[in-house]
């Protein structure tokens, strides 16, 4: 939660020049200022500050902008040990000491300090909540003092206490959950969400600890336990240092459930958590292990690979000119340092953002898609995690259509191709009904573990009484009525961008069938046979496909001359009947007559009685014409065109039979040019 600049040495970018699935984005954001003593990290607020003897400077981080110019405050000099401005940015609260909290009110200029007993207790540090009846909370080694404040009096009223022995804490406002530590070895735990309908109490509960062999109890530290929020879900990262494991658990209002064991791989680690992906830094050997907690496996999504720099090089950082606060000296230049990824400086904020202390650099961390699916070669897994994505919903949507499209070209098994448009046509139907396929999201307002919860009062969501039953050998007792406690972060809008990586069928013919038509033409039996099992995946859906999917089959069999299969997809109903099907069954047709004959069946059958009329009386067939449109009361058709039919057959009494229907079920016929113009020539004729 706090952190101070250091000194250490550097040794350059490790693995900047090496494959990587999470890279951070040249430039970062430069939070160095001169006289800067410590920097902070205000989560409430997403704003790094940077603290000097009378100033303090806020940069904003979200939405993350490298070139975001600061704002800054006076200050009384003094110790800083933590610094947070209120949520309403009017407060800035300041811990000078283990014994005193200052609150500088931004609007009158007031300063008042609130303090506690030196002799029976100190205080671990404090934050705002946006909880009805509360402003700021102390965290003290006595117990929990919450204060709202009093604008009037300008000072703060105690409002409630909770009593008991505190070692430390963590708290994160995305979560809106602070756990508190206490006991010899600070595993046993106490939580508390402080959310707009209240407060609620998690049951106590302790953290899993492997026993050395020597008769030492190890302690667990703060920083060895991390709170996430993923697709929703508030978990807490445990780091076992002697077992080497991270162990996850899953808190809900009135249970809390560990819920397995990650390998860890380094005696340093940090976590960051992406667009709901889980990071797992192992520190010490400067690499990333992405882990999806959504499919409840305990293995990774991809190989452990370092962290990349992206856009970066010396000529363009020495090109670039750092930023200037205030009128104030430059600060350091990625072009004259040297710098190594992972180093003692680097301290991680959850979700995604790392900061180097020693340089004053603030980077947001980034997950690459496309390296991510393009070393995978479990096609269902990669798609499912694909479908999964919102911050870049489009490039996950693009991806999992090109993974099909390879599949297809590279002739993958039948069976293969099949799952992966099962995987991409269920969550395409699972996003309809939940409506989240239409919805978007702006870039700000989502944190990258996941959309918010603008909602502050709906905190809870059905957990295990809504069917969701965890394992027996779990670590707690999850009584009946359990629910999930949810995160309900809430943010300022920004840009929207499209919520949903679901692809419908439609994007399927258009991105996937019908641009590799031409380089399937060698093997139409096994293109067919993979838009066979695409219908049949939409059917099990329920999913309508649009008749250019129905076209597209009719084209490549009528090509490659498989006239019989193509009568029996028609009679059978494998290709939906509709009037551009049948249109292009009588294209195609030409060359078949039975295809042709399918083609105006279809329309009949759709009762497209205009269109069938004139496709009889183009085909020569202006009788037939004539008395189906006596019989289905077609009167679209101009008369001219059965007329002309009839004098192509240079046959007078055919003549004669088309002006003898028209004048007999046209009123006015009679009167018509065309009337005149035919009944002189069948005179002409007779003649």
Known sequence: ???????????????????????????????????????????????????????????????????????????????????????????????????????????????????????????????????????????????????????????????????????????????????????????????????????????????????????????????????????????????????????????????????????????????????????????????????????????????????????????????????????????????????????DQWNFFVPDLVCDFANGFLWKINVDLEAISASSSEVQLILEFLQRRKLEAEKAKQLCLAIVRTNILERKPIPVVSRAIDVLLTAYSQAIKTGSYYKKITVEETSPSGPANLNMGSLLEPGTSGGEVPPNDQSQIVRPGNDQLNSNGSERHQSEVTSSAATSPEDLYSYVFAPIEEEMAGDVSYFIAIIVEFLRSTSLEKLKVHPNTYILMVQVLARDERFTELELFIMNKIIEPSKEVAMQLLESGRRNLQIRKLGLDMLRQLSLNHDYVLLLVQDGYYLEALRYARKTKVNTVRPSLFLEAAHASKDPQHIASVLRFFSDFIPGFKNTSDHQTYHRIVSEMHS
């Open 1 to 343: 939660m706090i952190g101070e600049t250091s000194s250490s040495s550097h040794s350059g970018f490790s693995g900047s020049n090496a494959l990587s699935h999470v890279y951070i984005q040249y430039p970062p954001l430069r939070c160095n200022v001169p006289e800067s003593r410590k920097l902070f990290y205000d989560d409430g607020n997403k704003i790094i500050l940077s603290v000097t003897s009378n100033q303090v400077f806020s940069w904003k981080t979200a939405p993350y902008n490298p070139y975001v110019t600061p704002s800054s405050d006076p200050i009384s000099e003094g110790p800083v040990l933590s610094i947070r401005y209120s949520l309403d940015l009017k407060l800035l609260g300041v811990q000078r000491s283990s014994h005193e909290i200052q609150i500088f009110n931004k609007q009158t200029g007031d300063t008042f300090s609130q303090k506690c007993r030196i002799e029976s207790e100190s205080i671990l540090g404090f934050f705002w909540t946006d909880c009805p009846n509360y402003d700021i909370v102390f965290v003290k080694t006595s117990g929990l003092e919450f204060y709202s404040y009093n604008t009037e009096s300008k000072f703060l009223n105690l409002v409630e206490t909770k009593k008991m022995n505190i070692s430390w804490y963590i708290y994160t406002h995305e979560s809106r959950l602070v756990l508190l530590a206490s006991g010899m070895q600070c595993k046993s735990f106490t939580g508390y969400q402080l959310s707009s309908a209240g407060i609620i109490k998690l049951p106590r509960f302790e953290m899993a600890m492997v026993k050395p062999e020597a008769n030492n109890k190890p302690i667990l530290a703060a920083e060895d336990v991390h709170i996430i929020t993923v697709y929703g879900r508030i978990y807490c990262l445990q780091f076992d240092r002697i077992g080497m494991l991270l162990h996850s658990y899953r808190f809900y209002r009135d249970a809390v459930v560990q819920q397995g064991s990650l390998p860890v791989y380094s005696n340093r680690i940090a976590v960051s958590v992406v667009d709901n992906v889980l990071l797992v830094h192992q520190v010490e050997a400067k690499v990333v292990i992405i882990y999806d907690l959504f499919a409840d496996s305990q293995s990774p999504i991809s190989a452990p690979l370092p962290l990349f720099v992206r856009g970066f090089s010396r000529a363009t950082a020495s090109s670039q000119t750092a930023f200037t606060a205030s009128g104030a000296s430059e600060s350091k230049n990625l072009g004259d340092t040297e710098l190594t990824i992972y180093g």
